[in-house]
Each structure stands twice: as C-alpha cells, then as structure tokens.
C-alpha cells in the first residue's frame, strides 16, 4: 500500500509563509498526478493546486494564485506546497493526495495550518 505523510503545518500570523511537504513511501503506484487540498471547519474539502508529473503543469485555486506554489522531486518522491502571503480564511487542515486509477487513491493525514 502507499502511504503518504504531510508535513510543515503550524501557525504563523497573517502575511506570512509556511511550507509544506509530502513523502511517499510503499509501494509504487503510478500516480501521474499529485494534490493539495483543505479542509476547513464547516467547510467542504477544496482543491488547491495540483502538479502534473508529465509535463509539470500545475493548476491553483483562484483563492490561492499568486501566493502558492506547489512542486515536486521525482526522484525523492516529495511534493511541496510553499504558502506565501497567508491569510486568516487559509486557515484549515491541509491533505495531499496521489491520482492513480482515475481517482484520487491515496491521502495523508493532513497537517494543520492556521493564520491568526
């Protein structure tokens, strides 16, 4: 099975940066795709950005343009999510996910950010 474990949440006061970072570990999958998403309290989970493994594009949530950006290391099997200028409504528990079988098939736990 994969395994994917976010880290790098914490709090940090508006205008701020945090990033964050996603191992995988397991067994091989073949994810072309991997995610960011949050969850706020009394919120539905959101998709905030994704890289794509191919050709590296990347999408953003209009929320999020020009203040993240996400990344990855083939190699080291890591992704990244470098937070800039944070605000309050940012707050929430962010995930990374793996596409695989057309499907999001693998989340981590998720890692706390709150901006306060």
């Known amino acids: 099975d994969v395994q994917l474990v976010e880290s790098g949440g914490g709090s940090v006061q508006p205008g701020g940066s945090l990033r964050l970072s996603c191992g995988a570990s397991g067994h091989t999958y073949s994810s072309n795709c991997m995610g960011w998403f949050r969850q706020a309290p009394g919120k539905e989970r959101e998709g905030v950005a994704f890289v794509y493994f191919g050709g590296g594009s990347t999408y953003y949530a209009d929320s999020v343009k020009g203040r993240f950006t996400i990344s990855r290391d083939d190699a080291k099997i890591m992704g990244y999510l470098q937070m800039n200028s944070l605000k309050s409504e940012d707050t929430a528990l962010y995930y990374c996910?793996?596409?695989?079988?057309?499907?999001?098939?693998?989340w981590g736990q998720g890692t706390q950010v709150t901006v306060s």
């Open positions: 996910a793996a596409y695989d079988d057309a499907r999001w098939a693998y």
